[in-house]
Structure formats: C-alpha cells, structure tokens
Nanobody, 115 residues
Framework: QVQLVESGGGLVRPGGSLRLSCAAS????????MGWYRQAPGKQRELVAT???????YYADSVKGRFTISRDNAKNTVYLQMNTLKPEDTAVYYC?????????WGQGTQVTVSS
C-alpha cells in the first residue's frame, strides 16, 4: 500500500511561480516512475510531467520550458516547480505512481492562476 500526499498548491498571479511536492509513504521498497497530472473544471485529467527513478523526464508540450519535475529518492518525494504560470494552468494537480502493478493517486492540490 502506497500513500501519496501532495502539498504546495494555492492562488498565484499570472507569471508567478509555485512548487508542488508529493511524498510517498507506506510499505514501499523502491518507488519507480512518478508523475504529475492535472484536471481543470469540465476537462479530462491530463498528464503534465513524469520522472523515472533515474531522473529521465517527460513533459507535456503545454508546460515545456516552464515546469520542472524533480525527485528525491531518499525521501520518496517528487516535486513540480511551476514558473511563468498562466490562467490555463488552473487545475487540481494530482501525483501518481505505479507500484507493483497498482496505480496510486494523491488527493490532489488546487492551483489557481488569476489576477
């Protein structure tokens, strides 16, 4: 069983920055790839970024050059640094990992970009 707890969301003005964190806990030995997804009101959940244990990364085109995903394997924690935020980045952001064939999700953290 894996628990994922996100933090760091909030309200920010366009052009601002936020840093999200997601800590994994539970009876885990070694977490593999971790990722961030987001879901805006009335839209489907979409992939934002992923990172493997060896720090290979993937970004959705909409966030390339603005967001940076990173991780601390010793803490089983993944981060999402979000810069130059836009109103269209407004969404609930979810942390995800697949551990021994089971998908786990965090509870989500709200990010609102508005002036």
């Amino acid at each position: 069983q894996v628990q994922l707890v996100e933090s760091g969301g909030g309200l920010v003005r366009p052009g601002g920055s936020l840093r999200l964190s997601c800590a994994a806990s539970g009876s885990i030995f070694s977490i593999g790839a971790m990722g961030w997804y987001r879901q805006a009101p009335g839209k489907q959940r979409e992939l934002v970024a992923t990172i493997t244990r060896s720090a290979n990364t993937y970004y959705a085109d909409s966030v390339k050059g603005r967001f940076t995903i990173s991780r601390d394997n010793a803490k089983n924690t993944v981060y999402l640094q979000m810069n130059t935020l836009k109103p269209e980045d407004t969404a609930v952001y979810y942390c995800n990992t697949n551990y021994i064939g089971v998908d786990y999700w965090g509870q989500g953290t709200q990010v609102t970009v508005s002036s």
